[in-house]
């Protein structure tokens, strides 16, 4: 696979530099690199900028508001995103929700809900995982009451990434109890503010807050924010989840560690008289990181390079998933490494470094990849079914 860029992509990189060297809100960026967390108005800051340059929807089609870039224009365009150190898009959005919505949803609902993603003013949560109900999505007992035109709500959702900085919530609902447990599943939208939305933090080991618990207590919403046909909401999740496990690959992201982790080891001492880059074992891992990133980038370009503009990658989504995860929990290991000379200080012990600590909440979270979006065991079995058709 030759993956050298045109010329005319490389001219589209150094515009993308530009802008955000130059235009793109600087303290963001500083606020970001630094690991301090972002508010909600930090995130509609930076997601706004994107969406006034017309660049946040990267990867929609022209007719729904997107800029009409190549596979190898929205690659650059993420490269020079993570190089630059700015936010991480707010997936569920721009990412998640926004193409089963320019799919499957009516004109008026593209009309209400597709401008404010695409500009990055409005915000979204989504509300899949259930106690009970986590991998084994199909399993939810969250339940949608259909009466005179008026969905009641009642159930309870967890580990619902950015709720706290979300206007909506999209949903999957039990309207049906009727044949297999995929069935008599919708789709449904909810304002967070309605009645009965109780917002609950999870509060992680760092003591961020990123996660969240939702609660519905007869909340009502109208049936005109059903997305598609009722019952079919697990297929429209399975085409989001295509769309998901794809923006997990951040290969920018994971070359950006990897170059602060190659920084750290060539400054920093093996616990003896030579450097932790000289150290063999350590030495083959960083090299074992890097070519599996190498892997997973040539693995996304022939995934995406076969599909047209706004399509969802489907099945082989889950080859990335798996990769993707299992590169970012690999390469985290190594921030363990390079933040264990300060594990228990002692006489010529430098002082304790900030990225230290934040190194590790890094590795932290990313346990937790090769759960969420669907276990790596279940993309195994997905890519054992439905790609090799065993």
Sequence with gaps: MNLTFKPETETFRAQVR??????????????????????????????????AKGWLASAWPEEFGGPGWSVEEQYVFDEELERAGVPTVTPMGVVY??????TFASDEQKAKWLPGIRDGSVGWAQGYSEPGAGSDLASLQFSATLEDGTYTLNGHKIWTSAAQHAEWIFLLARTSNEGKKQEGISFICCRMDAPGVTLVPIIT?????????????????????????????????????????????????????????????????????????????????????????????????????GLSSGNSPGDAASTIKILATETHQEITELFLDTAAAFAQPGPGTPGFPAYAARDVSAYFAGRAQSIYGGTNEIQRTIIARKVLGL
């Design 205 to 305: 080991i760092d003591g961020k807050h990123v996660l969240n618990e939702v609660l519905f207590d007869n909340v009502k919403v109208p049936e005109a924010y059903r997305i598609g046909e009722e019952g079919k909401g697990w297929t429209y999740s399975q085409y989001l989840l295509g769309f998901e496990r794809t923006s997990y690959a951040r290969i920018g992201g994971k070359r950006a560690m990897l170059r602060h982790v190659r920084e750290l080891a060539t400054a920093l001492p093996d616990g003896g008289n030579h450097r932790l880059i000289d150290d063999p074992g350590f030495a083959r891992k960083l090299t074992e990181a890097e070519m599996a990133v190498d892997g997973l980038e040539m693995t996304v370009f022939r995934v995406l390079s």
């Design 18 to 51: 530009t802008f955000f060297e130059t235009e793109f809100p600087a303290d963001i960026i500083a606020k970001n690199r630094s690991g301090t967390p972002l508010t909600t108005e930090d995130i509609r800051r930076s997601e706004m900028a994107l969406g």
């Design 97 to 102: 929700v926004g193409p089963v919505l320019y």
